[in-house]
C-alpha cells in the first residue's frame, strides 16, 4: 500500500514527510546535468556538493526560485528521484501528495506544481500555504478563534501571515529570504574586499557569524576566494559587524513586511497576537539576534519554532493525518483543515 507524503518543496532544501514515518528526508533543491546529453547526474546533497566547482558540460541547477518553479522539467526530475528513493509506492498504487507553496503565487504556478508532483508518482496532489503549514508544525492551535502569526523565512521567499479558524486572515509573500542575504554577502565582500566567492563561502559567512543586530563581540572569520584584482587565490578576515551591515537592508525589508501585515489585521486579532506573540519559522530563524530585531521594530513578543527548519513538514504530517479522501474535492485542502478542526473540538468536548 502506498505511504501519502508530505513535500516542503523549499527553494533551498527539499523536505518530505512520510506519513507513519516522520521526515525522512531534507536534502537541497539542486539538480546536476550533463548539458551534452541532457541526463540527470546528481540530486540534492550529491548535487549540491557540486556548486561552483563543475566543467564546462555539467550545469547545476536550483530548478526553484522565489518558491516557485522555474525549471519544470528539472523539478519533476528531482521529486521523481526523492519519491523513488522512499519507496512509498504500492504495488498497484501511487501516494497521495500534500505539497507546500508561498502564499500569492499564480494560479498557472499552483497548476505546475501540482504538474510536477503529478509526474513524480502522486495519485492525488493537495496544495496547501506554507505559512500555514509552518504554523501547525511549529505547534501553533490555529483553529481557534485566536490570532496567531508566523513568519516563515526560507531560502526565495518570507512567507509573513496572521491566522485565525484555520484561515490566512491577511498575509505577504515577498521573493527577500535567505538566497538574497547570500546574495547581499557575496556583493559586500566583492565591493569592500575585491574578493569574489560563491554561493557555498557566502552561505557559510551567514551561518556562522551572520547576526540580525551589531554584535556585542565582533567576531572574525578567514574565508578564501579569487582576488579581482590579481585573478589568485586570496585568504581574507571578515568580520560579524561587516556581515551584520551587509544584511541589514535586506532584513528590515521583511521587518516592514511584516508591519504591513500587522497594520492590515483586525484590531481583535492584533490584540490577541501581543499576548500570543510572533512565531518565526524557515532558515532564517537561525539567525542569531532576528527575535529581538523583530521584537524591537514590532513592540510585540517573538519567538523562534522549536525546530524551525522542520516546520513546514512537520506541519504536513499533522495535516496528513487527518486527510479525509471522500469528502475533498481535488487540489484542496480546506476539507483537512475543516476535518481537524472538527476533531480538535470534539476531543475538547470528552
Given at each position: ?135 501547525v508544525g511549529a505547534g501553533l492551535d490555529i483553529f481557534q478563534p485566536n490570532g496567531n502569526m508566523v513568519i516563515d523565512m526560507g531560502g526565495g521567499t518570507s ?192
Open positions: 500500500m502506498a505511504r501519502d507524503i508530505g513535500i516542503d518543496l523549499g527553494t533551498a532544501n527539499v523536505l518530505i514527510h512520510v506519513k507513519g514515518k516522520g521526515i525522512v528526508l531534507n536534502e537541497p533543491s539542486v539538480v546536476a546535468i550533463d548539458t551534452k546529453t541532457g541526463k540527470v547526474l546528481a540530486v540534492g546533497e550529491e548535487a549540491y556538493l557540486m556548486v561552483g566547482r563543475t566543467p564546462s558540460n555539467i550545469k547545476v541547477i536550483r530548478p526553484l526560485k522565489g518558491g516557485v518553479i522555474a525549471d519544470f522539467d528539472i523539478t519533476e526530475a528531482m521529486l521523481t528521484h526523492f519519491i523513488d528513493r522512499l519507496n512509498v509506492k504500492g504495488f498497484l498504487t501511487k501516494p497521495n501528495i500534500l505539497i507546500c507553496c508561498p502564499t500569492n503565487i499564480t494560479t498557472i504556478e499552483q497548476k505546475a506544481i501540482i504538474q510536477a508532483a503529478e509526474k513524480s508518482g502522486g495519485r492525488n496532489v493537495y496544495l496547501e500555504e506554507e505559512p500555514k503549514v509552518a504554523a512567507d509573513i501571515a496572521v491566522l485565525s479558524l484555520g484561515g490566512i486572515v491577511t498575509s505577504s509573500s515577498i521573493k527577500t529570504a535567505g538566497d538574497k542575504l547570500d546574495a547581499d554577502i557575496m556583493n559586500y565582500v566583492k565591493k569592500e574586499h575585491k574578493l569574489l566567492i560563491g554561493e557555498r563561502t557566502s552561505e557559510k559567512i551567514k551561518i556562522t557569524i551572520g547576526a540580525a543586530l551589531p554584535p556585542e563581540k565582533d567576531e572574525i572569520m578567514e574565508i578564501r576566494g579569487r582576488d579581482m584584482v590579481t585573478g589568485l587565490p586570496r585568504t581574507i578576515s571578515i568580520t560579524s559587524i561587516e556581515i551584520y551591515g551587509a544584511m541589514h537592508e535586506t532584513l528590515m525589508l521583511i521587518v516592514e513586511q511584516a508591519k504591513e501585515v500587522l497594520e492590515t489585521t483586525p484590531p481583535e486579532l492584533a490584540a490577541d497576537i501581543i499576548n500570543t506573540g510572533i512565531v518565526v519559522t524557515g532558515g532564517g530563524a537561525l539567525i542569531r539576534g532576528i527575535e529581538k530585531l523583530f521584537s524591537d521594530e514590532l513592540k510585540v513578543p517573538v519567538f523562534s519554532a522549536e525546530k524551525p527548519l522542520d516546520a513546514v513538514a512537520l506541519g504536513t504530517g499533522v495535516l496528513l493525518n487527518n486527510i479525509d479522501q471522500k469528502n475533498r474535492p481535488a487540489n484542496s485542502v480546506s476539507g483537512i483543515l475543516m476535518r481537524l478542526l472538527h476533531n480538535l473540538k470534539n476531543r475538547k468536548g470528552r
